[in-house]
């Protein structure tokens, strides 16, 4: 009798063990499609260096769940092209752009405003440094204190150490 009674006991707890388990949602950010750590080059009015450096930079959403997203070179030029802005975004089309938005990495003396015009994603559109398929990222930035239009090209961080540039 009492290994039966134990037997059912262990039963009815497993049982309940069980069906307590919780299936969670994680969800997903506004921007996922467009949100991305990515290795671009830099143009300054379109015109690439022999040789460019490859600078690391991130988009990622805003935290208010709109159809905006920051663009943020996370200081690399930390001379004077520096950028932390958000973007309208189209997520959709996966294109992306603003008219004088406000640029929270610029200069102290200066006006800080970024326009980015001909912002574009585009999945499964560029290659990493071994060759893995990955998305691409395209957009020209200038600033209120510069005439210079800079030309961002890229493409999307694999994870893997042998595509860090």
């Known amino acids: 009798m009492y290994k039966t009674s134990f037997k059912i006991l262990i039963a009815v707890a497993a049982v309940l063990s069980l069906s307590c388990k919780k299936t969670y949602d994680v969800g997903q950010t506004n921007a996922v499609k467009v949100a991305n750590n990515w290795w671009v080059t830099v143009a300054p009015n379109g015109v690439l260096k022999p040789n460019p450096a490859h600078v690391f930079i991130n988009t990622y959403d805003v935290s208010a769940q709109t159809d ?3 663009l943020d070179d996370l200081n690399h030029d930390a001379a004077r092209y520096r950028y932390k802005t958000k973007a309208a975004v189209d997520l959709n089309a996966l294109t992306f752009s603003t008219t004088s ?17 001909e912002g574009k994603v585009i999945p499964k559109g560029g290659r ?3 060759g893995v398929v990955t998305d691409s990222i395209y957009f020209k930035i200038k600033f209120s204190y510069s005439d210079t239009v800079f030309t961002v090209a890229g493409v999307g961080r694999t994870g893997f150490i042998e595509d860090d540039y």
């Open 128 to 130: 990493s440094l071994t």
């Open 68 to 70: 905006s997203f920051w």
């Open 101 to 117: 938005s406000a640029n929270l990495r610029a200069p102290a003396a200066t006006p800080n405003t970024a326009t980015i015009t």
